[in-house]
């Protein structure tokens, strides 16, 4: 069993929440623990951390991230971060330990800007879009496949912004993510409101138009209740972008979300030395996307997706690709890896 199964173990799934075409189902820890790390809002607006370019010439892919505090700070899968050059989402959950200054992998979600609009970045509040966070973590497993790296497919990710912006008919000068969720603040306030954090919730399962679609689990409550606006939002978003009349009234049904725990559970897992503290785990397989940060054998945050017919179908998932530096949880160094 992997660890990440050990984890979905101790899940219970809570009272659903709907609101149009999006359903929540709260995932209840029965052992919730404290938290004893800041998450990155905080961190940013006590001074006790900062995030830059790496230079002044600056690198898309990547960020500096100064942490002047005594606590980790929690850097979440697709937060997105605004201002300096360009604005940039995290391509995985990082845990960056005290007093400590690393390089973190970002993607770029506004493709016309490098220029400086400020020194520093803030943060934004919110997570990329569901959909483009599942292809996301796809193209980092692959990455961290082949060569170890946590890079994404950058052309990739504006395709999906910019194909986004026609469906929504959205429009920014600089090709913004940002820009969908300020042209739909309305709409995705609604939803936000519409969705309430309970006691003993640690995680958050989504559903649209009655499917699956993904979820967010954390080992302790706290950051769980900080995170949760945006994660609604980020999936808002794509229920919007594909709502139906005829299902917009559809609640998801319990039994499709103990179905994508279960395939979470059932998942291929791959592990690799985190960027900061812990182990990074990869999941593939069961139909299933996304990725874990472990920490002294403890899953600090958990997120999966369950890919759509043409992401299980493109040539760039699920290759066989063995890598001998990869160890995959329950196996032995005997075992043979696909």
């Excluded at 919110?126 to 692959?142: M, N, P």
């Excluded at 052309?155 to 959205?170: P, Q, S």
């Excluded at 499917?211 to 954390?218: C, E, P, S, T």
């Excluded at 900080?226 to 594909?242: F, K, R």
Aim: aromatic share 6%.
């Amino acid at each position: 069993m992997t660890i990440i199964a050990q984890r979905i173990e101790q899940i219970a799934i809570g009272k659903k929440q709907h609101f149009k075409n999006l359903t929540m189902f709260p995932l209840l820890d029965k052992n919730p623990r404290e938290a004893q790390f800041l998450l990155l809002e905080e961190a940013l607006k006590s001074g006790r951390a900062r995030v830059t370019e790496i230079s002044d010439g600056g690198s898309v892919p990547e960020l500096k991230f100064v942490n002047d505090g005594d606590r980790p700070v929690l850097l979440l899968d697709g937060e997105e971060l605004i201002g300096a050059k360009q604005n940039r989402i995290i391509n995985l959950t990082i845990l960056v330990p005290a007093k400590t200054t690393i390089v973190i992998p970002v993607s770029c979600v506004e493709q016309g800007r490098w220029r400086a609009d400020s020194t520093a970045f803030a943060a934004a509040k919110r997570t990329h879009f569901a959909a483009g966070r599942s292809r996301k973590a796809s193209r980092v497993t692959e990455a961290m496949n082949r060569t170890g790296s946590r890079r994404t497919d950058q052309g990739e990710i504006w395709e999906d912004i910019e194909a986004k912006f026609c469906r929504m008919k959205v429009s920014s000068p600089t090709g913004a993510a940002a820009a969908m969720y300020e042209q739909n603040h309305q709409d995705l306030e609604r939803y936000r409101q519409a969705f309430k954090p309970v006691d003993s919730q640690t995680g958050a399962l989504f559903a649209i138009n009655g499917q699956a679609i993904g979820l967010d689990l954390f080992d302790s409550t706290r950051p769980l209740q900080a995170m949760l606006p945006g994660l609604v939002q980020s999936y808002a978003l794509d229920a919007i972008d594909n709502f139906e009349e005829k299902t917009a009234a559809k609640e998801a049904k319990t039994k499709i979300a103990a179905k994508l725990l279960e395939d979470c559970a059932a998942a291929i897992v791959n592990r690799f030395p985190a960027v900061g503290l812990g182990h990074d785990l990869r999941l593939q397989g069961s139909g299933i996307t996304g990725g874990a940060l472990a920490v002294d054998e403890r899953i600090i945050h958990l997120c999966a997706f369950r890919m759509t017919e043409e992401e299980r179908n493109s040539h760039r998932y699920g290759s066989r690709m063995a890598r001998p530096s990869v160890r995959r949880e329950g196996q032995t160094k005997n075992d043979v890896i696909y």
